[in-house]
């Protein structure tokens, strides 16, 4: 006797399928959230550069005279239109720690910018103004404090070959300290140094009177 077999009506197919996106979505969710199981999915990554080739040399002449260090707390937000933040859109506190030098550059002081008397005792030098660096963030003291993603977002991270990229926060940042860098007086306490630096040097050369101006 054949046993006839029984089929699903259509109201439990559709609750079937409902189940199963969302037992994928929930997973997906597990993934990004617990540490160590997206790991299991994840790729591994071997370094096989080659070694660093010397492609020019570039002789210094500036004077690194003052450097300031420099912390902002970044807080980037995305939102995306007419979705709600929980399903599409990502915010992260950061906070960026970066140096900015602030240097003289010598190389550009010309013949007519340097007078000295007849007997050597008297020196003038005119010297370009005070040059602020780019900006260095430092990653051993840069870390994000919170990372706020949506749902979407954290299912493209599964697939993604750069998850929680930083990149846009570390840009931001850098733009802040370089702003902060130029708005607190470096290049003025570059200026004093560098004229310390050369009366000292020169007094020590037997010049006793040093008169050291800046110029555009």
């Not at 506190?93 to 140096?99: I, K």
């Not at 706020?148 to 840009?171: I, Y």
Request: glycine share 10%; aromatic share 6%.
């Amino acid at each position: 006797m054949t046993t006839p077999v029984r089929r699903l009506p259509g109201w439990a197919k559709a609750v079937a399928a409902l189940v199963m996106v969302l037992a994928v979505l929930f997973a997906g969710i597990r993934l990004a959230v617990l540490p160590g199981i997206k790991d299991l999915f994840g790729t591994e990554t071997h370094d096989r550069s080659g070694p660093a080739l010397l492609k020019s040399v570039r002789d210094m002449s500036r004077y690194d005279a003052a450097s300031g260090t420099f912390q902002v707390v970044v807080d980037l937000e995305k939102d995306a239109k007419f979705l709600p933040d929980a399903i599409r859109g990502t915010r992260t506190l950061y906070v960026g720690a970066g140096t900015v030098d602030a240097y003289v550059d010598l190389g550009r002081i010309g013949e007519n910018d340097v007078t000295v008397n007849g007997d050597r005792t008297s020196a003038t030098l005119r010297l370009p103004h005070a040059t602020l660096g780019t900006p260095a963030l430092d990653p051993r003291h840069s870390y994000a404090v919170s990372k706020q993603r949506g749902l979407l977002d954290r299912l493209g991270d599964l697939f993604s070959d750069n998850p929680n990229s930083e990149q846009a926060v570390q840009k931001l940042a850098v733009r802040h300290i370089g702003d902060a860098a130029r708005s607190s007086g470096l290049t003025a306490r570059a200026e004093h140094n560098t004229t310390g630096m050369l009366q000292g040097l020169l007094r020590s050369l037997g010049f006793q009177e040093v008169r050291i101006s800046y110029r555009g």
